[in-house]
């Protein structure tokens, strides 16, 4: 048992970070009330610890190389658990916000490090194994966050979802220092710092450009000028990054469209499949009547089947051709989104679980396959680049998802309100920020019941489109069924993608 010590540290932190991207989608209606959080607060709570996680990722992979894999993991799991109590005791919403930035922060930190100790710690047939126990706890935490968010809600309070992670921090922090070796990489390149900046604006930008777009409208100036500023900012990162020895990401790479296919189905692929389940965990406890329990418990067959059907995937049809696995998986979380877009005023919960399950189905397909893809289409060389990108783009594709159905969500829910209510723009504020049970009570008649199922549909329906068009387009640009010459193989990469495949909600 002693050899599995380094395992268990990493598996630690690893399940703890992941859980800590949706283990709070239940607890937000309590915390909006908690905390008098607006609509644009309450996205944020989820949308900022995506973002600085996948902003931050490959800057922290490179920082790890360098300065050691194992330093930075302790400095990451120091660095969460410190803004874990900011957030478990944070007064306002502001300060909620600016605490999860920074548990996103230690959280790069973490998962950057992850495969590289385990491919430190261990060889042959034990690295295999271990990166299957590391993939099925990141697999468990996706099924784990939601119920465990409601449990912990409902007995001790939502500030106890940040608590929880003091001791379980202390915990792997001891353990990494006692059994986990340090490792480096003697050939590491240096840190691409502007790169790091430039793109971690660029993705703050367009993100709250997004998320402003749902109050301010598409076209107003205040939206068109930050999608401007994160336009200006992507093509001064794509100027840096073509002119750097050491880039943080290698540009060359989407010269092979097989790679491009792939990045978009990973941009796609956790914000069409989870962006919006904030607002159905709204929904469900403010509509549906549920507890955050219950809630947790109705969210759980898509992240139950999502896990079931990665190993399921992984273990028997690793040799199906990726472009087969992922567009299949994606016009399936496509079709499993559009299945949810039934809500009616008196729709009750049980009318989601067919898309959820759907939904769960498709993730599993997809993700195990994708990051193995994604290094098979590059040369060996860049292999380490390519997964980077990979996990960048999944994180921040869950940042804009929740950035782009908040913004449909909230445009749909003021308009169906229109003629309904007295004031449909502060209505909406009020439902749209976990007040949908005080204003139904206020509102007889089933008018915001209707108007907070349509601007669900709405979401959902949006994420379906988006999903099956990132499904076309892996079809139409990841045409080998075999790697090219000079490029990698996926074997290598196979158990990684599994692991990294199997974390449902991002």
């Given at each position: 048992?002693?050899?599995?010590?380094?395992?268990?540290?990493?598996?630690?932190?690893?399940f703890m970070l992941l859980v800590d991207?949706?283990?709070?989608?239940?607890?937000?209606?309590?915390?909006?009330?908690?905390?008098?959080?607006?609509?644009?607060?309450?996205?944020?709570?989820?949308?900022?610890?995506?973002?600085?996680?996948?902003?931050?990722?490959?800057?922290?992979?490179?920082?790890?190389?360098?300065?050691?894999?194992?330093?930075?993991?302790?400095?990451?799991?120091?660095?969460?658990?410190?803004?874990?109590?900011?957030?478990?005791?944070?007064?306002?919403?502001?300060?909620?916000?600016?605490a999860r930035a920074v548990q996103g922060a230690g959280a790069a930190m973490m998962f950057a490090t992850t495969v590289a100790l385990i491919t430190a710690s261990y060889d042959g047939r034990d690295r295999a194994a271990a990166f299957g126990v590391w993939g099925a706890a990141n697999g468990a935490a996706a099924g784990v966050g939601p119920v465990l968010g409601g449990l912990v809600t409902q007995?001790?309070?939502?500030?106890?979802?940040?608590?929880?992670?003091?001791?379980?921090?202390?915990?792997?922090?001891?353990?990494?220092?006692?059994?986990?070796?340090e490792s480096r990489d003697p050939a590491a390149r240096r840190i691409d710092l502007p790169?790091?900046?430039?793109?971690?604006?660029a993705a703050g930008a367009v993100t709250y450009g997004l998320t402003r777009a749902g109050d301010a409208g598409w076209t107003s100036p205040v939206t068109l000028g930050w999608l401007a500023a994160g336009a200006v900012a992507l093509a001064a990162f794509a100027a840096v990054e073509i002119r750097s020895p050491h880039p943080l990401v290698d540009l060359r790479l989407f010269r092979a469209p097989a790679f491009?296919?792939?990045?978009?189905?990973?941009l796609a692929m956790s914000g069409t499949a989870f962006g919006?389940?904030?607002?159905?965990?709204?929904?469900?406890?403010?509509?549906?009547?549920?507890?955050?329990?219950?809630?947790?418990?109705?969210?759980?067959?898509?992240?139950?089947?999502?896990?079931?059907?990665?190993?399921?995937?992984?273990?028997?049809?690793?040799?199906?051709?990726?472009?087969?696995?992922?567009?299949?998986?994606?016009?399936?979380?496509?079709?499993?989104?559009?299945?949810?877009?039934?809500?009616?005023?008196?729709?009750?919960?049980?009318?989601?679980?067919?898309?959820?399950?759907l939904t769960g189905v498709g993730v599993g397909v997809a993700l195990p396959n994708v990051t193995a893809a994604a290094t098979a289409a590059v040369p060996p060389e860049r292999v380490g680049s390519a997964a980077g990108?990979?996990?960048?783009?999944?994180q921040l594709g869950f940042a804009f998802g929740i950035a782009v159905l908040g913004s449909v969500f909230h445009g749909v829910l003021e308009r169906s309100l229109h003629g309904d209510v007295r004031d449909p723009?502060?209505?909406?504020?009020?439902?749209?920020?976990?007040?949908?049970?005080?204003?139904?009570?206020?509102?007889?008649?089933?008018?915001?019941?209707?108007?907070?199922?349509?601007?669900?549909?709405?979401?959902?329906?949006?994420?379906?489109?988006?999903?099956?068009?990132?499904?076309?387009?892996?079809?139409?640009?990841?045409?080998?069924?075999?790697?090219?010459a000079g490029a990698a193989t996926p074997e290598p990469v196979a158990t990684a993608a599994k692991m990294t495949g199997s974390n449902g909600a991002r």
């Amino acid at each position: 048992m002693g050899k599995w010590w380094p395992l268990t540290a990493v598996c630690l932190g690893a399940f703890m970070l992941l859980v800590d991207v949706n283990i709070v989608t239940v607890a937000l209606p309590d915390m909006a009330v908690g905390l008098g959080a607006s609509f644009s607060s309450l996205q944020w709570v989820m949308d900022v610890y995506a973002l600085v996680l996948a902003a931050l990722l490959m800057g922290a992979g490179a920082l790890a190389d360098r300065a050691g894999r194992r330093r930075v993991y302790v400095i990451g799991l120091v660095l969460f658990a410190l803004a874990s109590l900011a957030c478990g005791l944070a007064p306002d919403a502001p300060v909620l916000l600016a605490a999860r930035a920074v548990q996103g922060a230690g959280a790069a930190m973490m998962f950057a490090t992850t495969v590289a100790l385990i491919t430190a710690s261990y060889d042959g047939r034990d690295r295999a194994a271990a990166f299957g126990v590391w993939g099925a706890a990141n697999g468990a935490a996706a099924g784990v966050g939601p119920v465990l968010g409601g449990l912990v809600t409902q007995a001790l309070g939502w500030r106890w979802i940040f608590l929880l992670n003091l001791p379980v921090s202390v915990l792997a922090v001891a353990l990494t220092l006692r059994v986990v070796r340090e490792s480096r990489d003697p050939a590491a390149r240096r840190i691409d710092l502007p790169g790091v900046a430039l793109f971690a604006a660029a993705a703050g930008a367009v993100t709250y450009g997004l998320t402003r777009a749902g109050d301010a409208g598409w076209t107003s100036p205040v939206t068109l000028g930050w999608l401007a500023a994160g336009a200006v900012a992507l093509a001064a990162f794509a100027a840096v990054e073509i002119r750097s020895p050491h880039p943080l990401v290698d540009l060359r790479l989407f010269r092979a469209p097989a790679f491009t296919g792939i990045m978009i189905a990973s941009l796609a692929m956790s914000g069409t499949a989870f962006g919006y389940l904030l607002y159905t965990s709204l929904w469900l406890q403010s509509v549906a009547g549920l507890s955050a329990i219950g809630a947790g418990l109705a969210i759980l067959p898509m992240s139950g089947l999502a896990f079931a059907a990665s190993w399921l995937t992984g273990r028997f049809l690793h040799a199906v051709p990726a472009r087969l696995t992922v567009g299949i998986g994606l016009l399936l979380v496509g079709a499993g989104t559009l299945g949810q877009s039934v809500l009616t005023a008196g729709s009750g919960w049980s009318a989601l679980v067919p898309g959820f399950a759907l939904t769960g189905v498709g993730v599993g397909v997809a993700l195990p396959n994708v990051t193995a893809a994604a290094t098979a289409a590059v040369p060996p060389e860049r292999v380490g680049s390519a997964a980077g990108a990979v996990s960048a783009l999944r994180q921040l594709g869950f940042a804009f998802g929740i950035a782009v159905l908040g913004s449909v969500f909230h445009g749909v829910l003021e308009r169906s309100l229109h003629g309904d209510v007295r004031d449909p723009a502060g209505t909406a504020r009020a439902v749209a920020g976990g007040h949908a049970a005080e204003v139904i009570h206020r509102t007889p008649g089933g008018a915001v019941e209707s108007a907070f199922a349509a601007a669900l549909d709405a979401a959902t329906a949006t994420a379906g489109v988006i999903a099956i068009a990132a499904g076309i387009a892996v079809f139409a640009l990841v045409r080998r069924d075999r790697p090219a010459a000079g490029a990698a193989t996926p074997e290598p990469v196979a158990t990684a993608a599994k692991m990294t495949g199997s974390n449902g909600a991002r």
